[in-house]
């Protein structure tokens, strides 16, 4: 019990702690915020990128999608620090721009959903954006804005692996951003298309950022796209869509590895793992065993702190 | 007695020994009160001593809003009371949901009103921040009573003013009337004219708006009357009105205060959100210095964790 209030006190100091440091950052003043990492050994960006790299070890990456949307608004800087605190190893944020050209955190198309404005992110300004409120799970007005991408990648920066969801038609000012705020080396792009498309659409960022193929194995084409990437390019990663778990093409993921891609799949939804998905877990968190038996070892969660315990408890996670 | 007989002789002691063991062990532990009427206990004698914790829509953060994990989460935390939400269906059951229709919180469309509890079973409750489809169904208020009983309150929201028979029908059926806090924002007189006697028989604890502007005759005409023992305290400013009753009037009468930290507009803004923003002592040590004995969430666990840090959560400190 002792423990437990020790937990619960220091993660509330952290959190307190966060949040003077962004008020200190509101000054415009690109002073990097000072983070006060619960964590006592946090693991490098430098240890991340290489657990990245390399698909043959057996550390898990887990990564959280939205951010840490339970407990602060979905692709808040609020969201992403807890990630970091919690030992999460790469967040997952959409980017969308505004009509005068802003690149700002959004997951739908509309504010409506998610903030106090209403509209869709491409007819509004960057001003009126920056006077709304950010809404909680349940919808209610938090103290939180919206971010820009600039400040989330600050926040990123030296910490936290990224996967930036839905920036793929905007990726030149996207690419401006994270080279601007030296974050090139932790980003990770993912798209659904073929090599021959990627190379032709995005070729001069693959030797620059991370890119990751999605691939459902119920394309009759999965084998093939898996193929090409692999004779052509192999990537850091392919992600599967795994609506079945009796697809043969999971007996593949080994070999993947072998060649030198990660494989990750989604444990959001019982459509992407076959039926093996987080609200599952959270009644049982053996669930997740499906994901260790079948080689996989990066998982996108929505439940992050289950995840991050299971695989702790089997030495797979730092 | 030879061998074999030896050997019946001590089965037949052991058995003696084990069943007497048994029948000696419970009586040990006696008919003990259940948590449930120990929460009871503790809200009907308010203290500085003992925060009562009341945890809002269950844990919503860690499962879908006003679904039984969210509610089973609670218990885990070690919540007293949780907070939900229940409309009628077409067909006459009550079910926990919060907006008039369906269409945030699960996968179906359609005011609860319009659709028969079948219906509402057949769609899936959606988690926070309208990610997916949890698994869990739309519970009745009956599987909650039966989920919580012996283990946590309920308090019951959006039943006050139009469902409270059929509640308290449910309640009668599976044994918790005593499990169940009512709320309201009718007065008395209002409550009486619909309800009777059966206002009596239920726990009622009516809320104190600082827009009413009889909110001080409100409050008195309930005393003379139903004599609640509790008041869910509303002040959307340091100055209003009912947070000033419940500074005096109750306080000397020895009435439980309730604090809600949710929103600003709710406690003058010493909300969940400045806790976690600015420092717990900044906003749930406020409120905790303005007198409240109790405090409804949006962060459960959290808080239990401020609380025991102060000393504030010492179950057994009625039991003397």
């Not at chain 1, 030149?172 to 659904?192: F, L, R, S, W």
């Not at chain 1, 996108?300 to 089997?314: A, E, M, V």
Request: net charge negative.
């Amino acid at each position: 019990m002792k423990k437990y209030i020790f937990i619960t006190t220091m993660s509330l100091l952290g959190l307190a702690g966060c949040r003077e440091n962004k008020v200190q950052e509101q000054g415009n003043d690109p002073v990097e915020p000072q983070v006060v990492q619960s964590d006592a050994n946090p693991v490098s960006i430098d240890e991340l990128i290489a657990n990245l790299e390399d698909s043959h070890n057996d550390q898990v990456i887990v990564v959280a999608h939205r951010g840490d949307w339970r407990n602060a608004p979905e692709n808040s800087l609020q969201a992403i620090q807890n990630c970091i605190d919690m030992g999460v190893d790469m967040v997952e944020i959409d980017v969308r721009q505004t009509k005068d050209g802003q690149l700002v955190l959004m997951h739908d198309v509309t504010v409506d959903r998610t903030t106090t404005g209403t509209g869709k992110v491409s007819e509004l300004t960057w001003e009126y954006l920056q006077s709304l409120q950010l809404r909680d799970g349940i919808g209610h007005s938090t103290p939180h804005k919206i971010p820009t991408l600039e400040e989330a990648l600050e926040v990123c920066k030296g910490k936290i692996l990224v996967n930036l969801d839905k920036s793929y038609d905007i990726f030149d000012k996207c690419y401006e951003v994270m080279e601007k705020t030296g974050t090139q080396n932790q980003v990770v792009i993912k798209g659904g298309i073929p090599y021959s498309q990627v190379k032709e659409e995005f070729g001069s960022y693959l030797d620059k950022v991370f890119f990751m193929p999605i691939v459902r194995l119920n394309d009759p084409k999965a084998k093939q796209h898996i193929d090409e990437y692999l004779e052509q390019a192999i990537p850091v990663a392919f992600e599967f869509t795994v609506p079945q778990d009796t697809i043969s093409l999971i007996g593949d993921f080994d070999d993947i590895r072998e060649k030198g891609a990660s494989v990750w799949v989604n444990s959001l939804w019982p459509q992407h793992n076959g039926g093996n998905d987080d609200e599952k877990a959270a009644l049982d968190p053996s669930v997740y065993e499906w994901f260790l038996e079948n080689n996989i070892d990066m998982i996108q969660t929505d439940r992050p702190q289950i995840l991050i315990d299971f695989l702790r408890s089997k030495n797979l996670h730092r | 007695m030879d061998t074999h007989q030896y050997k019946i002789m001590g089965l037949v002691i052991w058995f003696l020994v084990v069943s007497l063991h048994g029948v000696v062990g419970q009586e040990a532990h006696g008919p003990e009160t259940s948590r449930a009427e120990q929460i009871l206990q503790h809200l009907k004698n308010p203290s500085e001593d003992y925060i009562v914790v009341i945890s809002h829509r269950g844990d919503w953060r860690y499962a879908p809003e006003n679904s039984l994990m969210a509610i089973q989460r609670c218990i885990d935390l070690g919540v007293d009371v949780i907070e939900l939400d229940f409309r009628l269906t077409k067909d006459g059951h009550l079910v926990a949901m919060h907006d008039y229709t369906v269409d945030r919180t699960t996968n179906g469309k359609g005011k609860v009103s319009e659709l028969t509890l079948e219906e509402i079973k057949s769609f899936r409750l959606k988690n926070a921040a309208g990610v997916r489809y949890s698994g869990q169904q739309v519970p009745t208020l009956e599987e909650v009573m039966l989920l919580v009983k012996g283990k946590i309150m309920v308090n019951l929201d959006k039943t006050e003013s139009k469902w409270v028979r059929e509640a308290y029908e449910v309640l009668q059926r599976t044994g918790t009337v005593g499990h169940a806090i009512f709320k309201g924002n009718d007065d008395v007189k209002t409550m009486r004219d619909k309800y009777g006697s059966l206002m009596d028989s239920i726990i009622y604890m009516p809320k104190l708006w600082p827009e009413n502007p009889d909110v001080k005759n409100f409050h008195q005409d309930y005393e003379d009357d139903l004599d609640p023992f509790y008041y869910e305290t509303i002040f959307d400013t340091e100055d209003a009105e009912p947070l000033y009753i419940a500074k005096t009037i109750m306080k000397k009468k020895g009435d439980g205060f309730l604090a809600i930290a949710l929103w600003d507009e709710l406690c003058a803004g010493r909300t969940d959100e400045k806790a976690l923003l600015e420092g717990p002592d900044s906003a749930w040590g406020w409120l905790l210095e303005q007198g409240a004995n109790a405090i409804m969430t949006d962060r459960p666990e959290e808080l239990i964790g401020y609380l025991s840090g102060k000393g504030l959560r010492n179950f057994d400190s009625l039991k003397e």
